[in-house]
């Protein structure tokens, strides 16, 4: 066979395997047909070839999301709804919608949530707790046991957490406070060094996923510090890495107006995409990543000017950044089959959208795809917006919704939550 014969069966061989990547079998494709897609998507802007289904609406502030293997739902509440903290949704007839809608759990608010070697999880301010879940039924079993517990504390309290594959979960403990001043958010305020707080919080512990009435003293392990408020936290299964997306701190201009102006201040830090490595540093509450100078920046409640870098070495980068403010609360590493090949093994990320972006608009409000190779531990392209809108208002102000949870459903479509309108939207690709 001469060259130019390989080379075009190698062309037409790259073009069906492409098509076949993006195509589903003839039971994928029935089960598409059933689905109540929403009319202009919800007013989702989507992709082309992608579509929504709300699967539920007005259900409570809902927060984080998992997905059984039947297709069962549970979503995390921030405030109780019926005096319970977990909702549990069920769709019965194959249409994408929930038929039936159920609350369950204590009467506390909570944020993180879930599925773990039969039991559910679930995360309230000062402890993870488990329910064990039973065969055929949509609600657990309502005994509760204790897995982690925490201090209390009064800003950036929401438990989150992820699990690996060798049984340990690692739960997100964000610091209460903006930047560790003595008077915290005071004009002025020096910093404490060092900072007390990262001795219980501003950082991620690590658990047995198994055991009970563990603390960060007991049984707990300090996996990471310096992480001022890591709510989107999941484990990379492909490679085996924990990522996290980092809240920057706030109120550079209202605190240091001799360092900041206000557009700065509305720009500046990043949001920071993180690797999370045991043992790693990143900065909090001694720095922050400024996206325009490229570098790490010592902040001013520690001798920073708005220019001077942190010392070389001593912090762990981020592996991308994000604008400022727009607080990511949702990641998600997609390993489905049902988007096409491109999606395959990338990150997505949720972002709450902002509040204090002042003079400029509110901004966030998203969800964006950051592509990763198979195995691939660094991103391998630049973000893009995956899902927008959530608004649905002038300047993003007053906004109608809140992205906040993301899951991969046992069919690869993705379900995305959100805290204000407490509506639960599944995305699915059709190709049309």
């Known amino acids: 066979m001469n060259k130019f014969l390989k080379s075009i069966y190698a062309l037409l061989a790259g073009f069906m395997l492409a098509g076949f990547s993006n195509c589903h079998s003839d039971a ?42 039947n297709g069962d739902i549970y979503v995390a509440l921030r405030a109780p709804h019926q005096g319970h903290a977990i909702a549990c949704l069920r769709d019965q007839n194959g249409d994408g919608k929930a038929d039936i809608i159920e609350y369950f759990g204590p009467n506390t608010r909570g944020d993180g949530i879930g599925i773990y070697k039969g039991y559910l999880y679930f995360g309230a301010d000062t402890a993870v707790m488990r329910f064990r879940l039973i065969e055929g039924q949509l609600l657990p079993d309502p005994h509760a046991q204790i ?9 950036h309290e929401t438990k989150t957490f992820t699990f690996d594959n060798q049984g340990y979960m690692y739960v997100n403990v964000g610091a209460p406070s903006n930047a560790c001043q003595y008077e915290d958010r005071q004009k002025g305020s020096p910093g404490q060094n060092p900072c007390p707080l990262l001795e219980h919080y501003a950082g991620i512990w690590r658990f047995r996923a198994d055991v009970p009435d563990q603390t960060e003293e007991k049984g707990g ?3 990471a510090t310096g992480l001022r408020n890591c709510v989107a936290l999941d484990w990379n299964p492909v490679n085996h890495q924990l990522y996290a997306a980092m809240n920057g701190r706030d109120q550079l201009y209202q605190l240091y107006p001799q360092y900041y102006n206000a557009q700065q201040s509305a720009e500046l830090p990043a ?22 100078q490229k570098k790490r920046i010592i902040a001013p409640e520690y001798g920073g000017d708005g220019k001077k870098a942190a010392p070389a070495n001593q912090y762990d980068p981020p592996i991308m950044a994000f604008p400022g403010h727009w607080a990511p609360l949702g990641l998600l590493f997609y390993t489905g089959n049902q988007f096409p090949s491109s999606y395959k093994y990338g ?19 998203k969800v964006v795809f950051v592509p990763f190779k198979n195995g691939s531990r660094l991103p391998t ?52």
């Open 147 to 155: 897995i982690a517990r925490f201090p209390v504390q009064h800003e």
């Open 347 to 365: 990150a997505f990320i949720a972002f709450h959208g902002s509040w204090n972006r002042a003079p400029l608009p509110q901004a966030g409000f």
């Open 28 to 69: 994928q494709q029935q089960a598409l047909s059933h689905l109540a897609f929403a009319p202009n998507n919800d007013q989702l802007k989507l992709p082309a070839g992608f579509h929504a289904v709300v699967v539920a609406a007005h259900i409570g502030a809902a927060r984080h999301i998992v997905v059984r293997d």
């Open 221 to 223: 392990m300090r996996y």
């Open 271 to 292: 949001e920071e995409f993180l690797l999370i490595r045991q043992g790693g540093n990143y900065g909090w509450p001694y720095t922050y990543y400024d996206p325009f």
């Open 381 to 432: 392209g630049n973000y893009s917006v995956f899902a927008d809108n959530f608004t649905q208002s002038p300047n993003n102000q007053s906004p109608a919704h809140r992205p906040v949870g993301l899951a991969q459903g046992p069919d690869g479509s993705l379900y995305i939550t959100d805290d204000v309108g407490g509506s639960v939207w599944r995305i699915v690709y059709t190709g049309k």
